[in-house]
């Protein structure tokens, strides 16, 4: 890694610690932050592509009419996975306005925001490397599972852990991630969605390349 690569990179990481002071870690506020000021510069958009292009080479086939892309960051998965399925309707949200902002200002001729919360659902919910940010998962992911008609997929950082192979937790992080994703960690919502779980490696994701698909169809009441 060159001089200048490790200088920009610790300058993030040092914004980035002073947005978790002010705002508080994965708050609204703390990813309004984010996106304005240093995820460019971070390659997160280059890296929601990346993560998309893992979703679309999966060797699946999933027939949707419509896919909602959640926590879509500044939506540059959104062309990625119209060139898979252009003729499906995408739709998009993230909690964050200020990445809503540049979604809508980049991607509106191609797909639709929305708002939350809404009564609308999709045959297919798409959440791509949001997990591990959120305080509870289960809850999380039922609320997901709740906007989809048939299919869930949820992709996340594969069994990241800390240097001396301790998981990540709330209170023994690493950056924004507070949980370790492992293959049993959606197994309490098994009795609602059947799962299928795919491993890849991802390119440059951000010095951690393993990543878990983790593929749900809704089980019949």
């Not at 809508?104 to 919360?117: G, L, Q």
């Not at 949001?130 to 599972?145: G, K, P, R, W, Y």
């Not at 960690?185 to 609602?192: A, F, P, Q, R, V």
């Amino acid at each position: 890694m060159s001089l200048i690569k490790k200088v920009n990179l610790y300058t993030i990481r040092w914004q980035n610690k002073w947005h978790q002071i002010k705002y508080g870690l994965n708050s609204v506020s703390y990813w309004d932050a984010r996106f304005k000021h240093n995820w460019e510069e971070k390659n997160g958009r280059l890296q929601t592509a990346l993560f998309a292009v893992a979703f679309v080479l999966l060797n699946e086939d999933f027939n949707v009419n419509t896919i909602l892309d959640f926590g879509c960051g500044c939506g540059d998965s959104l062309p990625v996975i119209k060139m898979k399925y252009p003729k499906t309707k995408l739709f998009f949200y993230d909690i964050s306005q200020e990445a809503m902002q540049k979604a809508k200002k980049n991607y509106s001729s191609i797909a639709f925001p929305i708002n939350m919360p809404t009564d609308e659902i999709y045959d297919l919910v798409y959440c791509s490397n949001v997990i591990e940010h959120v305080a509870d998962i289960t809850s999380f992911c039922q609320n997901l599972i709740m906007l989809s008609k048939k299919y869930i997929i949820i992709q996340a950082p594969y069994e990241q852990r800390h240097a001396d192979n301790s998981p990540i937790t709330m209170e023994n992080r690493i950056d924004e991630h507070i949980h370790t994703i492992t293959n049993n960690t959606l197994d309490e919502l098994s009795h609602i969605v059947e799962w299928k779980k795919i491993l890849c490696d991802v390119p440059y994701a951000w010095d951690y390349g393993k990543q878990i698909f983790f593929i749900g169809i809704k089980k019949s009441n």
